[in-house]
């Protein structure tokens, strides 16, 4: 009880202190702690302004604007051209964007990728994301009225049609096609780290239970031309990982099957089963049932490779466990969790030996493995 106390004591000192306006001003003078008063003074107005940085971002994708700058130098009367903005209106966004790192300014009145604008240019998954983010911010225009509702009642639970759909498997083409594409087009980037953390060239068939348009398997197949791979999902997403696979030429080696993976029981014949950003979106019990029938299909000796954002606790985690944590609740189901949960669950299913794989981009993604 010792530690909790004197914490506390500490905390509330530190934020009596921190909080005082005549502390503030005399650290913003005082040479030795002024560098200290400035960084955390930026920190607290990034948070104030960083709803308007995000929407910053999110005019530059929605103009193409790193499209336009991808060939050179532009000036102001090129880029209001190719975006059709007015010239007096667009200088106020480039000037925006510059500030963020998005843009450089390059003389007088030109302007060239900024570091951070060509590695968002780099990732067209990641542009997919932030244009449909316009659905999470209509959910989080009121925070406080999203958090009362319990989730999964907005503008983001619409765009994923069986967030809370009493009978996934019957979901249309068309219900399934905005989710669907967005997946499709982000899972490239997340297939890269997975494969670095863990090749699955070793092995003989590969299942991707909830896998989409087959994105990820596609890059499995890219890595290990020998290998057979398998997609399970509801119908109508299956229906077009078939027309992917076909458009690569995979021929037989890749092949899908349908059904619902929280009832459905899974086809067996592969030595190794992945899940790759498919449990966050889950409650506790949808977790345990899909380890269970991942387990069920596994034969002795087989892996299972767990892979999506995980928090980092006790670290602090804003990646997370701000914009992964709200945006799972406002979808209205799931949660993140941290690796050490989902070994205790892989081990309750059965599992062996689970273990956390080095990421290289565990913000992103982190990488748990067992086996059967």
Known sequence: MA???????????????LSSPGFQRWAAEFPLTRPVAHRQADKVFDLVAGFVYAQVLSACIAVRLFDHLAAGPQSTAALATATDIHSGSLKVLLAAAASIGLVERLGPDGYVLGPLGAALRGNAGLGEM?????????????????????????????????????????????????????????????????????????????????????????AVAGQAPSLEVVLFDLPAV??????????????????????????DELPQG????????????????????????????????????VAEPMSRAPRADPMADAYFGLYLFAMGRGRVRQPAEYKQYLAEAGFRRPR?????????????????
């Open 130 to 218: 932030i244009a449909h983010h316009r659905h999470f911010y209509e959910d989080l225009a009121d925070p406080v009225a999203l958090l009362r509702s319990g989730g999964g009642a907005g503008a983001l639970a619409a765009y994923w049609p069986y967030a809370r759909a009493a009978d996934p498997d019957s979901a249309s083409p068309a219900a399934v096609s905005p989710y669907s594409a967005l997946m499709a087009a982000s899972q490239p980037m997340i297939a890269v780290d997975v494969l670095h953390a863990y090749p699955l060239g070793r092995h003989r068939r590969v299942m991707d239970v909830g896998g989409g348009e087959g994105a990820f398997l596609l």
């Open 3 to 17: 530690g909790p106390f004197w914490r506390s004591r500490w905390v509330a000192w530190r934020n009596a202190l």
């Open 270 to 305: 592969a030595d190794a089963i992945t899940l790759i950003r498919v449990l966050h979106d889950h409650d506790d019990a949808g977790v345990r049932a899909i380890l269970a029938s991942v387990r069920r299909a596994l034969p002795k000796g087989g892996v299972i490779v």
């Open 238 to 263: 299956a229906a077009r990982a078939v027309e992917r696979f076909t458009a690569a030429g995979l021929g037989a080696r890749a092949t899908t099957a349908s059904g619902d993976f929280l009832k």
């Open 356 to 372: 956390s794989l080095p990421a290289r981009n565990p913000m992103l993604v982190q990488v748990v493995t067992a086996q059967a």
